[in-house]
């Protein structure tokens, strides 16, 4: 072996989980205490499959206890207090967020199966970033435009997916929190441990007791949060289909709510754009997280004239993306979160298959144990296939090609979903064009799946309700605040 | 073919090629390059790295107070950079002004290194500020004192001010003189080109020209080698390979002082450029303090300890 072949290889570079400790069996967190729980499954690391815990599958009963606790720390304790108090509070869980970010970071790469440079670099920055930006609004509320004391809703039950765990935890606690309300959170099945660990940070910060309610559980176990008629609010990021199911369950009730649901975010790319640029804008669009993003770049829009030059150097791109051990510092793209998760994609993919796309994969070894697939495009792919219309939730591209700036636009909305959409040009005046045009709740321009604690985010269509982040997420959190903006 | 069959020589089909070149967005550019720092080389990859990269180094010194006896002390340095361990590579070449390329050449010879070349910088280095006859001068007299490899400076101020063919022209006139005898270096000089857009223009001007390397820097004007001008410039090769079949090297020169810094320009080559470009006859690293830190950090890893800098040899 020359010099240059042992290093084009990049020996291992692991991060060390010997940072984190998990316990063999989790209950809840209610009150301030984790209870023991009943009617434990396991979570396993979806890279190689090893049971890492188990979890407590939560029921109506356990969602009524957390519910009181709320409800009496709300009444008692939180909404009493001062915004400048609540403020702390926040702040001192944002700093031991980033004290304790590797450990958050390696247990939620081995839970998620996510590659450790994103949840290092992304996921959990990001997360503490949303407690800073928060814990500075709590003492502002009365001055910020937003009504007279706006005053908050009470409890909040939240229910949050598995592609992004602990920020989406911190997306949904933070601004509660920061508007007064109290919360009983349910992480996903399968991604509940970085939420657990986040209770035992509550418990740092001497969090008050019941402010944060933690109930793991499944699908039922939302339903009945949901359901619950202590519930004051509901914040729910997940899929569509279980977005109306809520919409739904909440219809003849009082409940607010705010829905964070699917997406086929199309990624254009213009003729005149900074083409090794935009290639970088596809990749991370879509393979980012392993393409687990609800506002992914999934639907690839490319000018006819530059679509060839574009497909082959994304092709070579492609080649690049390292795929594998999630803790290996040098991995790109990790595994697929669960068994269930990797059939869809495969189905979806296969569709494609059959109705005449053409796929085409990277050559690239995947591990033998654990849930896992390739980058892949495809291309040939029309409006009418299956995988230009249902989001694949994987790192699957499809894509299209458009003629002028207007076919682009009608192709972009011609889809039931409106979260996302990127816009690649060099023209500043066609990027205005553009983003005037599409029927999207996020759009980037010139590049992809930024965010930013001070950004709202939220859907058109059937891609959710509300939004989150900035000041108009906050707003969903209080009660003035939003008769205002109607 | 002539200009690789390209361009015709003329300014029209000089400009109308520049004018082709997709822009560079800047955000993205210095974004990619960021990611690609974040890769952590271990254990053997290391290892591998850091003798490559003592390959590729181009061993310089450009001062005004250079002398006779610090070029030889370079010289011998250059053949071998650790006089403990022959395991350890000689460098890719040694850079010197073109009054101490003969003697540079000589001392290379005498204690065996006479597979290390002498590459001179020319044509009015570092400003390019001076008559063609200068310039060609200049570069005659290092061809004729031994050197193999020649790094040209552009002239930046008719760069900026849109006069590409007088750029191009001085190219292909140093071209001509090198012939087959001496590999031509093309420096842009990009901290003052300023923008990622003129570096890649200026880059593609240098490879049609007839460059057989395109560098960043002279060392004298910061910033240099940063990683997003080095990244433009490797998709720059990149795409003129596809156009061409024709590997153009490309030398960050200024700045890179560190293994750390070293091993992320292998890092950016690799998954830029591509694996091919990982050679000496395509990447090179003009440095000079660099090289000490490449073999204490070999000590390192033989060893096991960090030794004191008095076990590597000053220059």
Known sequence: MTPKDAFVEYAPALESRSIVTISPEYGHFINGEFTKGANHFPSINPSNEEVLSHIALGNAQDIDIAVDAARIAFESTWSKMSGKERGKYLYRIARILQERAREFAVLESLDNGKPIRESRDVDVPLAAAHFFYHAGWADKLDYAGMGNSPRPHGVAGQIIPWNFPILMLAWKIAPALAAGNTVVLKPAESTSLTALLFAQVCQQADLPAGVVNIITGDGSTGAALVDHPGIDKIAFTGSTEVGKAIARAIAPTQKKATLELGGKAANIVFEDAAI????????????????????????????????DEVLAKLKVRMAKIRVGDPLDKNTDLGAINSSEQLQKIRDLSTSGDEEGAERWSPECALPNTGFWFPPTIFTGVTQAHRIAREEIFGPVLSVLTFRTPQEAIEKANNTPYGLSAGIWSEKGSRILWTAGRLQAGVIWANTFNKFDPASPFGGYKESGWGREGGRHGLTAYLKEAESNNE | ???????????????????????????GAEARAAMLGTRSIKTSSKKAAIDLAISMVDLTTLEGADTPGKVRALASKAVRPDPSDPTVPSVGAICVYNDMVAIARKHLDLVGGAHVPVAAVATAFPSGRASMAVKIQDTTDAMNAGAGEIDMVIDRGAFLSGRYIEVFDEIVQIRALCGDKAHLKVILETGELVTYDNVRKASFLAMLAGADFIKTSTGKVAPAATAPVVLVMLEAVRDFYQLTNHRIGVKPAGGIRNTKDAIKQLVLVNETAGPEWLTPSLFRIGASALLNDLLMQRMKMRDGYYASPTYVTID
């Open chain 2, 1 to 27: 073919m002539k200009y690789y069959g390209l361009v015709d020589g003329t300014e029209g089909s000089l400009l109308n090629f520049l004018k082709g070149l997709p822009g560079v967005d800047q955000v």
């Open chain 1, 276 to 307: 090794d640029e935009a290639v970088e804008g596809i990749v991370n669009g879509i393979f980012f997280n392993q393409g687990h993003v609800c506002c992914a770049g999934s639907r690839l829009l490319l000018q006819e004239d530059i679509a």
